[in-house]
């Protein structure tokens, strides 16, 4: 029982394997996109994070949220600033602009990402890249000159003594005696 040429076949309805593989993907996107986003929206998540990429202004040298030492006279009144501007939906960067305005680039942790603030992110690794490339060059140069000097001691060896000038050669007997020990 063939089928005739005459004859059309219809796709089953069914099971697809491309299909399957295809909601598949999707339904393992949209599980890790919820699980990504469970904190979005959270305010005090959103204050933890803001919070610890700020420091204490009072100068004991700790991150906002973990300054720790007593009767500090900054520490509570830049977290209610900080309680305040999350609550009012501040985006992050802006609060943190506004901290840097208010009490200088200091309170930041660390730089923000943009402007003259990216040769903060950058040089460290510019000047280990540089460096490391300095250093093999210097390597380099060092090994050059080192064969080129025991070329140059292969030439001048008693199979080439006729190669060397006068001049040459009475310099060289000159320091022979002069060095010589007695």
């Known amino acids: 029982m063939g089928i ?58 700790q991150v906002l949220l973990e300054c720790n030492h007593v009767g500090c006279p900054d520490s509570a009144r830049m977290i209610g600033e900080l309680h305040t501007q999350i609550d009012s939906n501040t985006p992050s960067s802006a609060i943190l602009n506004w901290f840097a305005g208010k009490y200088g680039a200091t309170v930041l942790a660390a730089p923000i990402r943009g402007g003259f603030d990216n040769v903060a ?27 080129l000097a025991a070329a140059g001691v292969a030439t001048v060896d008693s199979n080439n003594w006729e190669k060397i000038s006068p001049e040459a050669r009475a310099l060289r007997e000159k320091i022979r005696k002069e060095t010589e020990y007695q």
């Not at 000047?127 to 050059?144: D, I, P, R």
Request: include cysteine; proline fraction near 6%.
């Open 121 to 147: 992110w950058i040089m460290p690794f510019a000047v280990f890249g540089f460096g490391t490339l300095g250093t093999a060059f210097l390597v380099q140069m060092w090994s050059k000159k080192r064969r």
């Open 4 to 61: 005739k040429p005459h004859e059309t076949t219809t796709p089953q309805k069914g099971f697809s394997p491309g299909l399957s593989l295809k909601r598949c993907t999707h339904l393992l996107t949209i599980a890790l996109l919820a699980v990504v986003m469970l904190g979005a929206n959270d305010p005090e998540a959103r204050f933890n994070k803001v919070g610890h990429e700020m420091m204490c202004v009072c100068g004991c040298g």
